[in-house]
C-alpha cells in the first residue's frame, strides 16, 4: 500500500514537463459529476489553450447511440489538489446536438433570457459565445454568494446504512444507528449548529480537506460552518462575478465528491435527506448588482425582490428536484406556493439582512434553492428576472 501511495504522489514535474488535465462535467441526471483525464505537452494558464474533447454521451444519458459525441469547449481553469504540481481541473460547458436538430443545447436547458434564446440557434460546432451569458450575468454587476448544504451518509447494503452516517457540505460522521438517528429528539437540534465537540460535529475532517483543497484549487470558498441537522454542514462559495459562481460551485461540489470517495462515504444532495423534524438542505444563494450597494440601493432591492415574487412559479420549477419536501413552511423555510420576505426572517422565501436595511444598501438572500440546485439556473434566473 505504501508503494501505492508513492506512486500516487509522484512529483512529476522531476522528470517531465507533461501535465495531467482532469476534463469534469455534468452528466445526465444533472446532478451526477464526471470527468476524464488526458496528458498535455506543458504547463496551460488559459481555458484557450485547451483543446476541446467529446465523450460518450450514450453512456452519460445524454444522447442516442447512433449520435452520441457530446463536445466538450474548455471554460475554467483550476489547479489540481489531488495530483498538484502543474496538473489542473477543467470546467466546461458542453454541448450536444439531437441528430433531428441542427443546433446547440447549453448545459441541458440552462435558463438564458428570451432575448438571448431567440439568438441560441448554432451550428454543430460553433459554440454559444460565453461572453454573451456573461454579458447578461455580469448587467449591473451583480455578486453573488452561493451556500449549500450536503448530506452524506456510509456506504449502504441492501438499503441498510452500513456503518455510522455522515452528513456534508455538510459532511458528517454519525455516531448514531440510522434508527437511533430518527429517534433523536429535535428538541436536541440546537447544539449541531456550528457545534464543537465529538457528540456534536460529525466529519470535521472531510469538512477541512474539502475547505483547503477548494483554496489550492483557486475556489473563492468563503467559509464552513456545522448546520442545523447533526452532521449536516454547509460551505459558502463568493463573492463571484457572473457565470463564475457556477463555475466555482461544480468544480468545488466535484472536489467534495473526490474527497468523499477517498474516505469511503457517499453524498446526498437530496433537499431533505432525513425525513421528520429535521431542517432540509438548501443552496441559500446571496445575490446583488452594483446599484444595490450604493446610495438607495435598498429600494432597488426592494423592487428587484417584487420581481421575484411575480416569478415565483417558474423560479419554484428551476431551484431543485423534490423541493417540496423541504419548503414546507417549517425548518426556516417558506411554504412552497407561499412567496414572502422579511427582514432577518429565515421563515421567507427572500431574506434581507439587518444590516442591509439599517445602512440602505447591500445585498438579498434567496433562500429557496434546494441543495440540488445547478448554479447556472439560480444564478442567470436571478439574474434574468431581476434585471431585465
Known sequence: M?????????????????????????????????????????????????????????????????????ILYPQAIFKDPFRRGNNILVSFFFFFFFFYYGFAFILSCVMLTLQLEKRSQRTKDMPLPRSLVTLLLLLKYPGMVLSRNILC??????????????????????????????????VFCGPYYCGAGADKAWGRDIVDAHYKACLYAGINISGINGEVMPGQWEFQVGPSVGISAGDEVWVARYILERITEIAGVVLSFDPKPIQGDWNGAGAHTN???KSMREEGGYEVIKKAIEKLGLKHREHIAAYGEGNERRLTGKHETADINTFKWGVANRGASIRVGRDTEKEGKGYFEDRRPASNMDPYVVTSMIAETTLL
Open 153 to 186: 451518509c456510509k456506504k449502504i447494503l441492501n438499503g441498510l446504512l452500513a456503518g455510522p452516517l455522515v452528513a456534508f457540505l455538510a459532511l458528517r460522521f454519525a455516531l448514531f444507528s440510522y434508527q437511533h438517528f430518527r429517534e433523536i429528539d429535535a
Open 287 to 289: 445575490y446583488s448588482t
Open 2 to 70: 505504501s508503494l501505492l501511495t508513492d506512486l500516487i504522489n509522484l512529483n512529476l514535474s522531476e522528470s517531465t514537463d507533461k501535465i495531467i488535465a482532469e476534463y469534469i462535467w455534468i452528466g445526465g441526471s444533472g446532478m451526477d459529476l464526471r470527468s476524464k483525464a488526458r496528458t498535455l505537452p506543458g504547463p496551460v494558464t488559459d481555458p484557450s489553450q485547451l483543446p476541446k474533447w467529446n465523450y460518450d454521451g450514450s453512456s452519460t444519458g445524454q444522447a442516442p447511440g447512433e449520435d452520441s459525441e457530446v
